[in-house]
T-cell receptor, first 110, second 114 residues
Framework: KQEVTQIPAALSVPEGENLVLNCSFT??????LQWFRQDPGKGLTSLLL?????REQTSGRLNASLDKSSGRSTLYIAASQPGDSATYLC?????????FGPGTRLSVLP | NAGVTQTPKFQVLKTGQSMTLQCAQD?????MSWYRQDPGMGLRLIHY???????DQGEVPNGYNVSRSTTEDFPLRLLSAAPSQTSVYFC?????????????FGSGTRLTVV
Protein backbone atom coordinates (compact mmCIF):
# COMPACT_ATOMS: atom_id res chain seq x y z
CA LYS A 1 0.00 0.00 0.00
CA GLN A 2 1.31 3.40 -0.96
CA GLU A 3 1.81 5.87 1.87
CA VAL A 4 2.64 9.52 1.39
CA THR A 5 4.07 11.76 4.10
CA GLN A 6 4.90 15.45 4.12
CA ILE A 7 7.40 17.35 6.22
CA PRO A 8 7.02 19.76 7.88
CA ALA A 9 3.37 19.67 8.91
CA ALA A 10 3.41 23.45 9.33
CA LEU A 11 5.84 26.21 8.44
CA SER A 12 5.92 29.92 9.20
CA VAL A 13 8.44 32.16 7.40
CA PRO A 14 8.97 35.88 6.84
CA GLU A 15 8.19 37.29 3.43
CA GLY A 16 10.98 36.97 0.87
CA GLU A 17 12.45 33.70 2.07
CA ASN A 18 13.10 30.75 -0.22
CA LEU A 19 11.61 27.56 1.16
CA VAL A 20 11.37 23.84 0.51
CA LEU A 21 8.45 21.54 1.19
CA ASN A 22 9.12 17.81 1.32
CA CYS A 23 7.03 14.84 0.18
CA SER A 24 7.95 11.17 0.61
CA PHE A 25 6.25 8.05 -0.76
CA THR A 26 6.87 4.41 0.11
CA UNK A 27 6.44 2.71 -3.28
CA UNK A 28 8.49 4.08 -6.18
CA UNK A 29 6.19 2.50 -8.82
CA UNK A 30 4.34 5.75 -9.45
CA UNK A 31 3.12 7.14 -12.77
CA UNK A 32 3.38 10.78 -11.76
CA LEU A 33 3.34 13.12 -8.80
CA GLN A 34 1.22 16.25 -8.47
CA TRP A 35 1.48 19.22 -6.12
CA PHE A 36 -1.68 21.05 -5.11
CA ARG A 37 -2.49 24.21 -3.21
CA GLN A 38 -5.54 24.45 -0.94
CA ASP A 39 -6.77 27.71 0.53
CA PRO A 40 -8.92 27.58 3.70
CA GLY A 41 -12.43 26.38 2.93
CA LYS A 42 -11.63 25.95 -0.74
CA GLY A 43 -10.93 23.15 -3.18
CA LEU A 44 -7.57 22.04 -4.53
CA THR A 45 -5.71 23.90 -7.23
CA SER A 46 -3.11 22.02 -9.26
CA LEU A 47 0.35 23.63 -9.18
CA LEU A 48 2.72 21.22 -10.88
CA LEU A 49 2.64 17.68 -12.20
CA UNK A 50 5.80 15.65 -12.74
CA UNK A 51 5.69 12.53 -14.88
CA UNK A 52 7.64 9.51 -13.64
CA UNK A 53 10.16 9.97 -16.48
CA UNK A 54 10.83 13.59 -15.53
CA ARG A 55 13.10 15.02 -12.86
CA GLU A 56 11.53 18.42 -12.33
CA GLN A 57 8.91 20.94 -13.42
CA THR A 58 8.89 24.71 -13.08
CA SER A 59 6.13 27.30 -13.03
CA GLY A 60 7.03 30.87 -12.13
CA ARG A 61 8.47 30.92 -8.62
CA LEU A 62 7.67 27.24 -8.09
CA ASN A 63 9.95 24.32 -8.86
CA ALA A 64 9.12 20.70 -8.11
CA SER A 65 11.59 17.85 -8.30
CA LEU A 66 11.08 14.10 -8.28
CA ASP A 67 13.49 11.36 -7.25
CA LYS A 68 11.67 8.06 -7.71
CA SER A 69 14.55 5.92 -6.50
CA SER A 70 14.57 7.59 -3.10
CA GLY A 71 10.80 8.08 -2.97
CA ARG A 72 10.99 11.84 -2.62
CA SER A 73 9.65 15.01 -4.15
CA THR A 74 10.34 18.58 -3.14
CA LEU A 75 8.49 21.80 -3.88
CA TYR A 76 10.74 24.85 -3.91
CA ILE A 77 9.10 28.27 -3.52
CA ALA A 78 11.32 31.23 -4.32
CA ALA A 79 10.92 34.69 -2.80
CA SER A 80 7.85 33.76 -0.77
CA GLN A 81 4.92 36.20 -0.52
CA PRO A 82 1.99 36.48 1.92
CA GLY A 83 -0.26 35.32 -0.92
CA ASP A 84 1.57 31.98 -0.87
CA SER A 85 0.00 31.20 2.51
CA ALA A 86 -2.03 28.01 2.07
CA THR A 87 -1.83 24.26 2.60
CA TYR A 88 0.28 22.42 0.04
CA LEU A 89 -0.49 18.79 -0.72
CA CYS A 90 1.43 16.28 -2.78
CA UNK A 91 -0.20 13.26 -4.38
CA UNK A 92 1.46 10.28 -6.05
CA UNK A 93 -0.38 8.54 -8.85
CA UNK A 94 -0.24 4.88 -7.91
CA UNK A 95 -2.29 2.02 -9.31
CA UNK A 96 -5.38 3.72 -10.67
CA UNK A 97 -5.63 6.64 -8.29
CA UNK A 98 -3.82 9.41 -6.49
CA UNK A 99 -2.65 8.85 -2.93
CA PHE A 100 -2.43 12.11 -1.00
CA GLY A 101 -0.13 13.29 1.73
CA PRO A 102 -1.58 15.13 4.77
CA GLY A 103 -0.25 18.50 3.61
CA THR A 104 2.07 21.26 4.80
CA ARG A 105 0.40 24.40 6.16
CA LEU A 106 2.45 27.42 5.10
CA SER A 107 2.20 30.90 6.58
CA VAL A 108 4.22 33.71 5.01
CA LEU A 109 4.38 36.71 7.30
CA PRO A 110 4.53 40.24 5.87
CA ASN B 1 -16.93 28.10 -16.92
CA ALA B 2 -15.62 24.63 -17.60
CA GLY B 3 -14.74 22.57 -14.59
CA VAL B 4 -16.09 20.33 -11.85
CA THR B 5 -19.25 21.49 -10.13
CA GLN B 6 -20.31 20.15 -6.74
CA THR B 7 -23.63 20.74 -5.02
CA PRO B 8 -24.58 21.53 -2.34
CA LYS B 9 -21.67 23.47 -0.81
CA PHE B 10 -22.93 22.92 2.75
CA GLN B 11 -25.30 20.38 4.25
CA VAL B 12 -26.41 19.39 7.76
CA LEU B 13 -28.01 15.97 8.18
CA LYS B 14 -29.48 14.13 11.09
CA THR B 15 -28.17 10.65 11.90
CA GLY B 16 -29.94 8.08 9.75
CA GLN B 17 -30.95 10.45 6.96
CA SER B 18 -29.90 9.81 3.40
CA MET B 19 -28.77 12.26 0.78
CA THR B 20 -26.95 12.57 -2.54
CA LEU B 21 -23.94 14.77 -3.19
CA GLN B 22 -23.86 15.88 -6.80
CA CYS B 23 -20.80 16.14 -9.02
CA ALA B 24 -20.82 17.22 -12.66
CA GLN B 25 -18.05 17.99 -15.13
CA ASP B 26 -18.24 19.43 -18.63
CA UNK B 27 -14.75 18.55 -19.82
CA UNK B 28 -15.61 15.13 -21.26
CA UNK B 29 -13.45 13.47 -18.64
CA UNK B 30 -13.72 9.69 -18.44
CA UNK B 31 -12.29 9.36 -14.94
CA MET B 32 -14.13 10.71 -11.88
CA SER B 33 -13.61 10.14 -8.19
CA TRP B 34 -14.83 11.08 -4.72
CA TYR B 35 -12.57 11.89 -1.78
CA ARG B 36 -13.22 12.87 1.79
CA GLN B 37 -10.89 15.19 3.69
CA ASP B 38 -10.57 15.00 7.45
CA PRO B 39 -8.19 17.04 9.64
CA GLY B 40 -4.72 15.55 9.79
CA MET B 41 -5.58 12.67 7.45
CA GLY B 42 -5.31 14.15 4.00
CA LEU B 43 -7.70 13.10 1.27
CA ARG B 44 -8.94 9.53 1.20
CA LEU B 45 -10.51 7.91 -1.84
CA ILE B 46 -14.12 6.74 -1.43
CA HIS B 47 -15.17 5.55 -4.90
CA TYR B 48 -14.02 6.13 -8.44
CA UNK B 49 -15.15 5.54 -12.01
CA UNK B 50 -13.10 5.06 -15.19
CA UNK B 51 -16.07 5.61 -17.48
CA UNK B 52 -19.86 5.52 -17.75
CA UNK B 53 -21.27 2.33 -16.26
CA UNK B 54 -18.02 1.45 -14.45
CA UNK B 55 -17.38 2.12 -10.76
CA ASP B 56 -15.03 0.74 -8.14
CA GLN B 57 -14.29 1.11 -4.45
CA GLY B 58 -11.51 3.16 -2.99
CA GLU B 59 -9.95 3.16 0.46
CA VAL B 60 -13.05 4.08 2.51
CA PRO B 61 -16.20 2.99 0.62
CA ASN B 62 -18.40 1.81 3.52
CA GLY B 63 -21.61 3.80 3.93
CA TYR B 64 -21.43 5.31 0.44
CA ASN B 65 -22.87 4.33 -2.90
CA VAL B 66 -22.15 5.58 -6.42
CA SER B 67 -23.33 5.12 -9.96
CA ARG B 68 -22.17 6.52 -13.31
CA SER B 69 -24.97 6.57 -15.85
CA THR B 70 -23.46 9.41 -17.91
CA THR B 71 -19.95 10.69 -18.57
CA GLU B 72 -20.80 14.05 -17.01
CA ASP B 73 -22.28 13.05 -13.65
CA PHE B 74 -20.99 11.04 -10.70
CA PRO B 75 -23.31 11.35 -7.66
CA LEU B 76 -22.31 10.09 -4.21
CA ARG B 77 -25.08 8.70 -2.03
CA LEU B 78 -25.01 8.46 1.74
CA LEU B 79 -27.35 5.61 2.58
CA SER B 80 -27.82 6.26 6.32
CA ALA B 81 -25.76 9.18 7.57
CA ALA B 82 -23.57 8.72 10.66
CA PRO B 83 -21.58 11.33 12.65
CA SER B 84 -18.37 9.65 11.40
CA GLN B 85 -19.29 10.85 7.91
CA THR B 86 -18.93 14.48 8.95
CA SER B 87 -16.26 15.67 6.55
CA VAL B 88 -15.48 17.73 3.49
CA TYR B 89 -16.14 15.85 0.27
CA PHE B 90 -14.32 16.55 -2.97
CA CYS B 91 -15.04 15.33 -6.45
CA UNK B 92 -12.20 15.14 -8.99
CA UNK B 93 -11.96 14.26 -12.66
CA UNK B 94 -9.40 13.73 -15.41
CA UNK B 95 -9.38 12.64 -19.03
CA UNK B 96 -8.51 9.11 -18.02
CA UNK B 97 -6.81 7.29 -15.18
CA UNK B 98 -3.12 8.13 -15.11
CA UNK B 99 -3.49 11.11 -17.41
CA UNK B 100 -0.49 13.37 -17.71
CA UNK B 101 -2.86 16.30 -17.20
CA UNK B 102 -3.58 15.38 -13.59
CA UNK B 103 -6.77 16.00 -11.66
CA UNK B 104 -9.29 18.84 -11.63
CA PHE B 105 -11.11 19.27 -8.32
CA GLY B 106 -14.49 20.66 -7.42
CA SER B 107 -14.81 23.22 -4.62
CA GLY B 108 -16.11 20.68 -2.11
CA THR B 109 -19.19 19.91 -0.03
CA ARG B 110 -18.96 20.44 3.72
CA LEU B 111 -21.20 17.87 5.42
CA THR B 112 -22.11 17.80 9.09
CA VAL B 113 -24.03 14.88 10.56
CA VAL B 114 -25.62 15.53 13.94
Amino acid sequence: KQEVTQIPAALSVPEGENLVLNCSFTDSAIYNLQWFRQDPGKGLTSLLLIQSSQREQTSGRLNASLDKSSGRSTLYIAASQPGDSATYLCASYYGQNFVFGPGTRLSVLP
Amino acid sequence: NAGVTQTPKFQVLKTGQSMTLQCAQDMNHEYMSWYRQDPGMGLRLIHYSVGAGITDQGEVPNGYNVSRSTTEDFPLRLLSAAPSQTSVYFCASSYFAGTEDGYTFGSGTRLTVV
